[in-house]
């Protein structure tokens, strides 16, 4: 099924909503003062822009990366809850800086208009779900949340339960020749969740190499446990 | 539908419960040296009083007020767990201390009875929560858990997904000359929960309008994600 | 219902699944070197054994301590991540380490059988879950976990909400003369789970003792919160 986008609250804050993930995108186009400093925003930017999800983490930065790319704005934070309504991963809370609020809203649209397609190599089953995301050049998101070099090629080989994930990252560094940028498992780098998640960079085609030999073996033991895993939407990579 | 209420078990530790929140009381009248020790509970506490919950924390702590108020105790300690059946949001672990059992008992009990009021401005769908709560004097479970200045009027403003909360965070400041106690979010002072929660002092009439108009952008914002979203009981502000 | 045991994916790192848990043992015969070091494990262990499940950590830190005693491995890791599809505990990954890639998959298949007994003595209900574990003779997992002396009795005790297991953990101090190595609790030693548990050494007939006790008391205070909360399997202490 299509997820459902609404764009019908006529509050000035609402940007818009997908069901994919329960991702709502928001605006404030002031920053009340004493909230502003409650959050530890930069006094530069009047405007935030707000995109959060219960579902879904890496689609949403992969998502974010490409808003910033497309507009004048910068990635203020990038929050995991441990939160996918009793899932193993992340939920996501990402907020979007800017001087002007039309900056910040388009920095959501894009954002949001670009999930269906993040969501796309991530497969899922009733045992978990195996993630991979790959772009041939990083921009701002990935580079706060990732660390991963601007304007290079990065990918990232999420597996959960973590048993799997720990599996496909040996599957991806034995298949190309690429660089780790961080590995993290439930009690280091996630927020507690039940996955473990390889960062990689280096050449664009050992990078998506990388991650689609990942995603082979990745998947077919999640299917060993919980049958089929199809994609959320439709692969990308 | 009523919650359930439960107060049929026969052990000596049990007070009661309720459906709601899956929200259990219990009271311990000799606390074991060994145990007393390994919680480091201070030696004056002979007796302890015990509320928990898989589902919900402000409700909780806001009813543990009313109790401390009422009852000869002290409240040792909040929990929060990251627990709510999968839902966005804490569940609740809170500890009353006394001298004498029947003072720990009775504030197991009040603190039961005032849940369901609590949970009267907690307004859910299958997409997340808004919670408000407010009292016109804050006492101890209020100070403990979000540092509520005594005897002051106190208001709590929560979203999820988090991006709701800041928005109604913001909104309420905006509705209102009311003071930021603390400004949380999924990786800041939650315990990773999917939530932005704004606690907010000063002038009685300034948070109850600082809240109500936080609520109706919210509730607003919740319905545009996932429909209709009730209050779990009756709204009591 | 028997828990289905799945043997037939062909890929080399798979060892076996059962649906108990969602638990998967793998193995990797040679973990690559730049994953090697992003885990941090000793360079001594050329092959590891994994077993990761989405629900369960107690029943999988058992299994692996009659792993360690009956094969030539040691656990490299145990990590419990705020996973059991929503439930209130932990999910798990554990690491077994080794020279050799047939003592690492003999580890997994040993721990992997063992699960199932070792969820016996978990009794749970929709209102949350009681656990127990028991061992005459503590070895590696549990050292590592729980700080439990190698080869002297061992018990856990566990009650979830919380609250619970405040009151049984009092109840097995009182049962018999036991030591506590460890109380945890949602904030305190647990992944913000909605536990308390308390870790106790001793002499055996004390050990089981306290560990019947607390059975009896959380059965009973779990069933008064949710209806009958059986054995997961079958008991065994």
Redesign the interface.
Known sequence: DEPVV?T??R?T??VG?TTLG?T???V?AN??P??H???GIDKKYRS?G?????TGAGPHIMAADEAVKATNTEVISI?????T????GH?S?I?FGAEDVSDAKRAVEVALNAVNEKFGDVYAN???HIELQYTARASYACNKAFNAPLGKSFGLIVG?????G??I??TA??AANV??L??S????G???????I?AICGDSGAVRQAVLTAKE?GV??LE???GSAPSVTTPYI
């Open positions: 609404n019908e609250c509050l804050e609402f909503t329960d709502i995108g928001l404030i920053v009340d004493a909230l400093e409650a959050m935030i707000i995109m959060g999800a219960r929050e995991l809850p441990r939160d309504k009793g899932g193993a939920g809370l907020l009733d045992a978990g959960a339960p973590a048993a799997i720990v599996v990252a040996d560094l034995k660089e780790v961080a590995y498992s439930p009690s280091n996630t927020s507690l969740s039940n996955e473990s390889l073996v077919k033991l060993t446990m919980g």
